[in-house]
């Protein structure tokens, strides 16, 4: 993946209820409710600026192999992307 | 208008109730029972309800808005006409949604158009429950609950089904709240549950309990003016969650409704 992923969108509001997090968009249109680990993708894509380093970030917060959730990964960064939490 | 009008303080909506006949003030007395205020200089919106050409003129600020052969059948609208300017220009963040109170403990079900919000509330109300709204879950910014007992409407079978009698025509009535228990327009209250419907024929009524953070979710998802304030939504929304408790109530009849809210009320109050 990676030439056309988006970075993180700024001045997204965030709020946790009892491990789920709910980021609001600056549009004030939409919400999305993420578990623990999609997240943990949201955080950690916030502070590195590729896919591998986003991977092994994510990976060493849960104690798994990076290989174990590259899929998930991408899958939340796709889910991000759909509803407009990512940017060019 | 002048002496026979009859004012309302709806959700902040200044409204003018009028009509040359006693029978029709009556009938808007009843309904609007809880929101009768001192009348206002300059109301924001006037509806008045004349007999006409052999039948009934329904006008919404001096604009003709409906015409029947009977009065009655007009109340349904004035209800909708009033509800709908109310919530429209209202401070608060609102969700579509019915709320009853049992003791202490606010219970809402969230949920669209049809899902069942008026006839569990209309259910409820009947067993015993007090009465907060079948049309909005009003929420002030700090999360607590302001009533909003418009008159609850339901279809006519329905109304008959639990023992209840409105005004209206042969799709809808409007009943009059002024013989139940009400949440005084007043007051505030705190949310303690929601109740998300699920009606399936034939089914034992069961609560399952949900993730806490549900009840932002579906708050959010049936808000109706979220979009005036998202981060004040997301910020009262997520405050309600944390102490309210989400359910899902899958159930067969509205007769099942009560015995299930009471059921979620009882930690918290004496029978």
């Excluded at chain 1, 997090?21 to 943990?40: K, Q």
């Excluded at chain 2, 109340?75 to 109170?101: C, K, S, Y």
């Excluded at chain 2, 089904?161 to 005084?184: C, Q």
């Amino acid at each position: 993946m990676n030439g056309n992923t988006g970075r993180p969108i700024p001045n997204v509001a965030v709020t946790e209820v009892d491990d789920r997090f709910f980021l609001l968009h600056p549009d004030g249109a939409r919400v999305m409710v993420l578990n623990e680990s999609a997240y943990a993708v949201w955080e950690v894509w916030d502070r590195v600026t590729d896919f591998e380093s986003l991977v092994h970030g994510v990976a060493a917060l849960f104690g798994k192999a990076a290989e174990d959730i590259r899929p998930d990964v991408q899958a939340a960064l796709q889910d991000f992307s759909t509803h407009g939490f990512l940017q060019d | 208008m002048g002496a026979q009008a009859i004012a309302l303080d709806v959700l902040g909506l200044r409204v003018a109730l009028s009509s040359s006949t006693a029978d029709v003030r009556e009938a808007y007395t009843a309904l609007f029972e809880p929101f009768l205020a001192v009348p206002a200089a300059a109301p924001d919106v006037r509806l008045g309800l004349d007999p006409v050409d052999g039948g009934w003129q329904l006008w919404v600020d001096d604009a003709g808005r409906g015409f029947r052969t009977e009065w009655r059948e007009l109340l349904p609208i004035v209800v909708t006409e009033i509800n709908r300017r109310a919530v429209d220009q209202m401070a608060w963040f609102g969700a579509h949604a019915g709320v009853v109170a049992v003791g202490r403990a606010v219970v809402a079900f969230p949920g669209e158009s049809g899902v069942g919000k008026s006839t569990a509330v209309a259910a409820c109300v009947a067993a015993g429950a007090t009465y907060v709204s079948d049309e909005a879950l009003v929420l002030t910014p700090e999360g607590r609950v302001v009533p909003y007992p418009r008159p609850i409407c339901l279809s006519p079978g329905m109304a008959s089904r639990l023992g209840m009698t409105g005004i209206g025509d042969t799709e809808e009535v409007a009943l009059a709240v002024a013989d139940v228990p009400v949440l005084s327009t007043g007051e505030t209250a705190s949310l303690e549950h929601v109740v998300l419907l699920n009606r399936v024929a034939g089914a034992a009524a069961r609560l399952t309990e949900l993730p806490r953070a549900d009840t932002a979710i579906h708050l959010l998802r049936n808000s109706f003016n979220h979009y005036r304030d998202p981060a004040g939504a997301l910020r009262v929304t997520t405050a309600v969650a944390r102490r309210a408790r989400c359910w899902e109530l899958t159930y067969d009849g509205p007769e099942d409704v009560p015995a299930s809210v009471r059921g979620l009320a009882r930690p918290s109050m004496p029978e």
